[in-house]
Nanobody, 128 residues
Framework: QVQLMESGGGSVRAGGSLRLSCAAS????????????MAWFRQAPGKGREVVAA???????NYADSARGRFTISTDGPKNTLYLQMNNLKPEDTAMYYC??????????????????RGQGTQVTVSS
């Protein structure tokens, strides 16, 4: 099993920054954090869940158009933690942010339901 715990959300003004963290706890024998494909998703009130960024086994990275140039996804292997550095935040970035993980390489990295392990979310609110 893999348990994911997000943190780092909060309320900021437009133009501000936040860094989200997702700590992974892995209890499967023979599996390690370095084997995970991971992603950040978000869901705004009244809208569907959308991918923000994904990183495959700590190397290949993909960003949604809305995140590219402002957000950075990264991992810290020794800490078993996924990060999302968010800069120049806009009110439209307001959403619940979730992390997701899977030990498979996912061609469909942008689909929430494809990930076997998912967190409970952390709220980000950006005011104008």
């Amino acid at each position: 099993q893999v348990q994911l715990m997000e943190s780092g959300g909060g309320s900021v003004r437009a133009g501000g920054s936040l860094r989200l963290s997702c700590a992974a706890s892995i209890s499967l024998s023979g599996y390690s954090f370095s084997l995970l494909s991971m992603a950040w998703f978000r869901q705004a009130p009244g809208k569907g869940r959308e991918v923000v960024a994904a990183i495959e086994r700590s190397d290949a990275i993909n960003y949604a158009d809305s995140a590219r140039g402002r957000f950075t996804i990264s991992t810290d292997g020794p800490k078993n933690t996924l990060y999302l550095q968010m800069n120049n935040l806009k009110p439209e970035d307001t959403a619940m942010y979730y992390c997701a993980a899977d030990f498979r390489r996912l061609a469909t990295w942008n689909i929430w339901e494809k990930y076997a392990y998912r967190g409970q979310g952390t709220q980000v609110t950006v005011s104008s």
